[in-house]
């Protein structure tokens, strides 16, 4: 075999491609949770993890090893760019459903206020000043765009929340009891501590990466870290 197709082999290897896919997968998600903290209103971070491991894959199945460039940094590249695409692409449109889904629900509190029934789309569209077909089009729009998943659904019996090799109240997520209380305590945590022990312990984001994606300093991601952990401690304890 002469040396080009040797090469060529090696780089069409699929056991090459499914481990730079396999090991990179954290990258994906690392870089998709970076863009989400400046949307994370309009897009679903699942989807675009979704979108990034689409493109990690085609990365992986493209990247030549010239010596000029790393896969990591091909990959990033790539992914990145595959993101910042798609937001283009969606953001007017996301946006928009965005302000009609507001004005819908701020019409719908207003009818109810006035001792109306807010489930009849006449009543609401009479309040927003507009037909009924307007109002339909606009429920279309408001439909599109996702909702803000809840901290329970983010939490799964399978999430790494707390890593100690002590015998402390994490520890104690072995048993279903305790991580139904766990729950229910994440729940009494700011958004935002709560989003910071998400992205620490299960999206294994780094303190300057968290700082980036919230848009505050090292020094307050640390804080809220630091304060989210001695709450649920308390909490645990007390239980």
Known sequence: MSGVRAYAAQVNDPKEIAERVRSHMPLVRKIAWQIHGRVRDLFEV???IQIGMVNLVEAAQRF?????ASFTAYAAVRVRGSLTDHLRKH????????QRRDQI???ERAVKEAGGDPTKPELVAE???ITIAEYE???????SVPRDKSLDEVYDDHSAWFADDGHTPESALLSGEMREL???NLRKLREREALVLQLYFVEE?????ISEVLDVTVGRVSQMKKSALTQLRGWMQEA
């Open 46 to 48: 699942e989807d675009l």
């Open 105 to 107: 629900l701020a019409a």
């Open 205 to 209: 984001l780094n303190l300057e990466e």
């Open 182 to 184: 766990l729950k229910r």
């Open 127 to 129: 309040h927003l000043g």
């Open 91 to 98: 953001l007017t449109l996301t946006r928009l459903g965005v």
């Open 64 to 68: 030549q090893d010239t010596g000029q």
């Open 137 to 143: 089009s606009w429920r279309l729009k408001a439909a």
